[in-house]
């Protein structure tokens, strides 16, 4: 019962529920221990093991996040903060400022460190990614050719349809109207951010 729960294990469940409600998946020990401010992993483990003792939550051992909270549902919705926006179109520069979260639906989420990128310019849209679209962007640093990805190039960024012959990388745009970039490898810098993994689009009345 959660009345059983000392003051510390009260607050430890409910960074857990709210964790879980935010991500879609529990946090890690070290998550924990960092929220908190304990000094080493033990003060988390010790308060995880009154909380599995009490039948608040259930473990499976292997796992960094097995943990399973009594009586909590994987939610529908995970919380992704959008980083800001990005053009497609000319590469400009990317302003990186938290604009605030989206509720995405959770099987949408498939990665860590999802964030989100207001989409500007029309660059992309053949591939139906319109000026306006928020682009769900998880975070890797390389890409397959043919991949939508958020590229950094030197400072300035864009979100290009990804190709690389040898030394060459081209940045396909999906729009007839507007020329690939063509950058040589050993010369300006270019530098993945992250994969496209869904479009969002919003309404507005």
Do not use: C, W
């Not at 989420?109 to 053949?126: D, P, W």
């Not at 998880?138 to 190039?153: D, F, K, L, T």
């Amino acid at each position: 019962m959660p009345s059983e729960l000392t003051h510390r294990q009260g607050e430890v469940l409910a960074f857990l529920k709210d964790f879980l409600r935010k991500r879609g998946y529990p946090p890690t020990v070290r998550e924990i221990s960092d929220h908190f401010g304990f000094h080493g992993h033990h003060a988390a483990k010790k308060h995880l093991d009154a909380l599995e003792k009490k039948g608040m939550i259930r473990r499976s051992p292997g796992s960094s996040r097995a943990i399973e909270i009594h009586g909590a549902k994987a939610p529908e919705t995970v919380s992704v903060p959008i980083l800001g926006r990005i053009p497609a179109g000319a590469p400009g520069l990317a302003v990186e400022d938290i604009e605030g979260e989206m509720e995405i639906d959770r099987t949408l989420a498939r990665g860590k460190g999802l964030f989100l990128l207001r989409v500007t310019g029309e660059s992309m849209i053949g591939a139906h990614i319109l000026d306006g679209d928020y682009a769900l962007i998880r975070p890797q640093r390389s890409a397959e050719n043919g991949e939508i990805v958020a590229v950094r190039i030197g400072e300035t960024a864009t979100l290009k349809r990804f190709y690389k012959k040898g030394k060459t990388v081209r940045l396909q745009p999906e729009n007839p109207a507007m020329e690939p970039i063509l950058l040589k490898e050993n010369g300006e810098e270019v530098a993945v951010v992250g994969k496209v993994m869904a479009i969002i689009r919003t309404f507005k009345k």
